[in-house]
């Protein structure tokens, strides 16, 4: 029997702007921007050293702006080591219960990838090949392993996974994070219902992940986290 062809070790980054309370909106979802120019500056360059970026449903209900590498000069470093201007997006949704209209679907110099399940009605699946490739897992819920295996396969190795908190629960849950930056912000938003960093269940007390602290950079009142998680 010939031996399961194993897919490259995809590298994983999570990126996000949190208050000092860990949430990244308010209660009611609000759209927010919770770090300066500087955090911007930031997620450009992660964005330009990956070659696909990582987005929930509830990132692109809530907003639905396209994953792009905003700066000029960011842009063109990214373009002469012969990549595209911006990472492809992907999205992950069990239903394609998405609005069709936001920008994110919209962007002509962005290749998309949106990640379904069966849950999805066909119906749904075909509107959607019209806006962007459309893999459906065969499985009721979307695995981050086979998520990354088709990304592998697609030779997108580096992944950078921008929320929301849902996100990344399943993602750490599933062990497939290799790298944090968090940009600690200085608000308090507080709120039982307001999303944070890690949505989800959560992890009980025997099965917390550890982190390493790599750096650690202060800018004004912003600090610039970034860990590697042990294991």
Not at 114 to 120: E, G, I
Request: proline share 6%; glycine share 6%; aromatic share 4%.
């Amino acid at each position: 029997m010939p031996r399961k062809q194993v897919q490259p070790r995809v590298h994983v980054s999570v990126n996000m702007a949190i208050s000092l309370d860990g949430r990244i909106s308010t209660r009611r979802r609000e759209q927010i921007v919770l770090g300066t120019h500087h955090d911007r500056r930031l997620m450009d360059v992660l964005r330009a050293r990956c070659d696909a970026v990582v987005v929930g449903a509830g990132t692109v209900r809530h907003d639905g702006f396209p994953i792009l590498v905003r700066d000029p000069a960011v842009r063109a470093r990214r373009v002469a080591r012969g990549k595209p201007p911006h990472p492809v997006n992907v999205i992950l949704s069990r239903t394609l219960d998405l609005p069709v209209s936001r920008p994110i679907f919209r962007r002509a110099d962005t290749e998309r990838v949106v990640f379904t399940t069966r849950q999805a009605t066909a119906r749904r699946v075909a509107s959607f090949r019209a806006l962007a490739d459309v893999v459906v897992l065969p499985r009721q819920s979307l695995s981050p392993h086979a998520v990354l295996d088709v990304l592998a396969a697609r030779g997108l190795r580096r992944v950078l996974v921008e929320g929301g908190g849902e996100i990344h629960w399943a993602f750490a849950r599933a062990d497939c994070v290799d790298e944090i930056y968090v940009t600690l912000t200085p608000r308090l938003i507080g709120g039982a219902g307001a999303p944070s960093l890690l949505d989800g269940k959560g992890f009980l007390r025997d099965e917390h992940r550890r982190l390493k602290l790599l750096s650690c950079r202060r800018v004004g009142d912003e600090l610039f986290l970034r860990y590697r998680v042990l294991r």
